[in-house]
């Protein structure tokens, strides 16, 4: 089974506008990490928020918040005030294990393409 | 403050022939380390993952490997090239513990023809 499913392979909007890219992720384990990273065309992945599974309150960055939904499993990305810089392809991604693991290693989604229009 | 260095940029390299892509990290001590493949339009696939020096561990058998001679240096090899080893290599780190952000090097596009 996806550990990340994103299931909107591209979206559209238009600038200064209010745009949310979906995620839901599944995993048995309690203690977990949620992330969302930007890949503009230029290839290299920029790390945009992070959420753990035991954080109270939604994570947010600037003009990016995570709308994290427990019971839902889902942790998806909202990004308020488009700009056209925002343009890029959203990777949400997950961490299994808590704070100490050793391994460390993220599963990715296939990816959500973002297209900012005047 | 930390940097992550891949080279080469670009490759283009003919099937059958060896493959070398180096990943170094400036500013950290003994940070994990992860080598992902990123196909056109897909997700990011683990490829090999480094808890410390000369430890790797595999994700996905295939003719790639991979090695940590130093801290801070973490290479992707092959022997012989194949068609579908083409595609967009990311080298990752992370602290070891206490941190979960994982960042990104430039990566390398490699194309074989």
């Known amino acids: 089974a996806q550990k990340i499913t994103q299931t909107q392979p591209g979206m559209f909007v238009q600038e200064k506008e209010a745009v949310t890219l979906d995620c839901t992720y599944d995993t048995s384990d309690p203690s977990y990490g949620l992330f969302w990273y930007k890949q503009p065309s230029s290839g290299e992945m920029i790390f945009l928020i992070y959420q753990g599974s035991y954080d109270q309150q939604n994570a947010t960055e600037g003009r990016y918040s995570l709308n994290f939904q427990k019971a839902r499993k889902s942790a998806n990305l909202v990004i308020s005030a488009s700009q056209l810089g925002d343009s890029a392809m959203y990777f949400c991604a997950m961490r299994e294990g808590g704070r100490g693991s050793t391994l460390g290693r993220l599963y990715f989604g296939r990816g959500t393409q973002l297209t900012v229009w005047p | 403050s930390q940097t992550i260095h891949q080279w080469p940029a670009t490759l283009v390299q003919p099937v059958g022939s060896p493959l070398s892509l180096e990943c170094t990290v400036e500013?950290?001590?003994?940070?994990?380390l992860y080598w992902y493949r990123q196909a056109a339009g897909r997700g990011l696939q683990l490829l090999f993952y480094s808890v410390g020096i000369g430890q790797i561990s595999s994700e996905v058998p295939q003719n790639l490997s991979a090695s940590r001679p130093q801290d801070r240096q973490f290479i992707l090899s092959s022997k012989k090239l194949l068609l579908s080893d083409s595609g967009f290599y990311l080298c990752?780190?992370?602290w070891g513990s206490g941190s979960y952000e994982q960042y990104f090097g430039p990566g390398t596009r490699l194309t074989v023809t």
């Open positions: 990752a780190w992370t």
């Open positions: 500013g950290t001590s003994n940070p994990n």
